[in-house]
């Protein structure tokens, strides 16, 4: 055999048995199970496979059966904790409510939105070759490298909310296309990084900038070079925005692969695909930017309300910008049960607004026929979402619904049900989960 020696199942497990785990069982394997084919033989081999191998003479030594192999990008996924997959190419997943109780969200619990793959640097870890260029309606065009970002700027640390445009698109009827999220393309993170206005700064914007675009390295799902997944940007004042970023830790860790290694941008509170993944290239624009997903319906929102199912000229559609106010109960977890005798509940959850912060918080056990006011604290820096709180009794056995509104500073609340669009963006409906008391 000529060309790189294949990595095999037995050695890995002596190598690395966690890993061995997650190629063989998708995921790391409880305490108790975790290495367990650690010197085992052919016969265990067989038993994963389900059948014996009748040509196991033939086998290179240390092969991995295909059957148990996995792509790069699935064996990263199986580091998530309990998200749900949506999409497997290109990876999509998002969080069930329940794991978004943390006020800042694992990174092993953080949603994944890909519209393409994920760079192979990126699954190496490897930033070596990696530069940043700004170009554009600069005076001063720049090419960065990772240590060029450190140590040229001051870094900053936020937490920082990411939603996807799409999330809730689930709950539209007619159906719109796309990944059906349902409430869990949504995470809050601590993003560092410097300023993305410090590093315009450094560029010399001119007179003539209003627009950003952001390149990233992510291929093409064809595998055609020339094609590029997505490229989105925002304009200007919102990348001097002091908490649009571009990021090189999530909750204090270089960014996960998944998330954009090495570097993203982050510009909170709009959609996220305004948050470039594997960023290598900020192009200053005159005009606003036309990358891939800036046009025709993608991320975009009619002008005016529309019946559902509606056709909607492309003029007639605007940009998406802040996110609407939202909020999520993280506990209990819908189809909880309670006792009888012990019908109180501490119930929790997340509210954010996008440009906007949260005023107040109110829930519902009767279908919101009356409201109860949660105690709300203050994000920790703007555009981070705001944590709630209140204990509720239920009066009685049966079945109840506890519905979260939120309310922003400029009065919205989040509606029962929301608009129809194209794409089934913003849906900012009230979330609603189930409990049961049984007699
Ligand atoms: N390069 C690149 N950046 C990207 C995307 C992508 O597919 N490629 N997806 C965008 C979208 S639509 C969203 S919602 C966020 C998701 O970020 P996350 O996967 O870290 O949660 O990344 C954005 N940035
Ligand atoms: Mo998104």
Known sequence: MTGKKERGLFELYQQDPERADRVVFGRVAHSDRRGFLKGAGLATMGAVLGASIPFHRNMPVGLIP???AQSDESVLFETKDGLTLLNDRPINAETPAHLLDDAITPN????????????????????????????????????????????????????????????????????????????????????????YADVLGAAGVKDTAVYTGH????????????KTPISRGVPLWK?????????????????????????????????GSASQKWLNRIQVRADVHDGPK??????????????????VAHEDMRIMESMPVKSIITSPRSESVLPLDNRSIGVRGHAWAGERSVARVDLSIDFGATWIRADLDPPANKYAWQTWRQVIRLPSQGYYEIWSRATDEAGTQQPFTVGWNPRGYGNNAMHRVSLRVPS
């Open 108 to 195: 092993d619990r953080f949603f994944i939105r890909n519209n393409g793959l994920v760079p192979q640097f990126a699954i190496d870890g490897d930033a070596g070759g990696w530069t940043l260029t700004v170009d554009g309606e600069v005076n001063n065009p720049l090419e960065l490298t990772l240590d060029d970002l450190r140590s040229n700027f001051e870094t900053v640390s936020y937490e920082l909310q990411l939603e996807c445009g799409g999330n809730g698109r689930s709950a539209f009827n007619p159906p719109a296309r796309g990944n059906q999220w349902t409430v869990g393309a949504i995470g809050n993170a601590v993003w560092t990084g410097v300023r």
């Open 294 to 311: 800036m046009g025709g319906q993608s991320y975009r929102m009619p002008a005016f309300p529309v019946a559902p199912g509606d056709e």
């Open 66 to 68: 295909e059957a148990l």
């Open 215 to 226: 390149f990233g390295l992510d291929p093409h799902l064809s595998g055609d070079p020339t």
């Open 239 to 271: 990348a001097m925005e002091p908490h649009s970023l571009i990021a090189f830790e999530m909750n204090g860790e270089p960014i996960p692969a998944l998330h954009g290694f090495p570097v993203r941008t982050v510009c909170a509170g709009w959609p």
